[in-house]
Every structure is written in C-alpha cells, then in structure tokens.
Nanobody, 130 residues
C-alpha cells in the first residue's frame, strides 16, 4: 500500500519561504509520477506542479511559476516543493499525490484537479499573512 506523508507547512509572512516534503513508501516495481496540489477554503483543488520518475517537471499553476520549484529525490522516494516569495493567495492545504505510470518519462498531468493520481497524502497547511 502506497503511503504519502507531507511535512514542512506552516505560517509565514508574505515574501517568506517554505519547503514542503513528501515521503513516499510502499512503492512496488514500476515508475511513479508525483505531484503537488493545493486547495483553499471554498475553492476547488488546484494542481501546482508534477514530476516524473527521472525528475522532469511541469508547473500547472501559472501563479507559481518563477516562485515555486518542484524536485524529487529518487533514492529517498521524496518529493519536494520549494516555495519562495510566498503570497497570501498561496494560503491553502497542500497535498502530495502519486500515480503509477507506464514509463519513467511519463508525467501524470496536474491539471483537472489530479484525476490521474491514485494515492494522496493527508495534506499540510500553508498560511501566508500579509
């Protein structure tokens, strides 16, 4: 059973930084695409970024481009999200997700709320004050 555990959330002032981590366990043979999603109160879940098994990444939220960086440590089965220059509108619960994919080069899309992702973490809260 795949398990994902997020950490690193917290409260910061606008302009600050946080680094989220997602530790994965229970992966079986094959490749897994992983991604970060977020959901603010009263809003739909939004894809932030995703990465394939070999570390190629894509960003789904235009608002985070240039400020957030997704990375992945294959040896540790850990996904990261470095968030810089945080803004109040980044306030949300952040979720890590994973999906078994047919090849190491495939990135499961982070658009559409993450419908391709089968496994989800419990989330970590990020709060940015102005």
């Amino acid at each position: 059973q795949v398990q994902l555990v997020e950490s690193g959330g917290g409260s910061v002032q606008a302009g600050g930084s946080l680094r989220l981590s997602c530790a994965a366990s229970g992966y079986t043979d094959g490749s897994y695409s992983m991604g970060w999603f977020r959901q603010a109160p009263g809003k739909e879940r939004e894809g932030v970024a995703a990465a394939n098994a070999v570390g190629t990444s894509t960003y789904c939220a235009d608002s985070v481009k240039g400020r957030f960086t997704i990375s992945r440590d294959g040896a540790k089965n850990t996904l990261y999200l470095q968030m810089n220059n945080l803004k109040p509108e980044d306030t949300a619960m952040y979720y890590c997700a994973a999906s078994k994919v047919p090849s190491s080069n495939y990135i499961a899309p982070c658009t559409g709320g993450g419908q391709e992702y089968k496994y989800w973490g419990q989330g970590t809260q990020v709060t940015v004050s102005s």
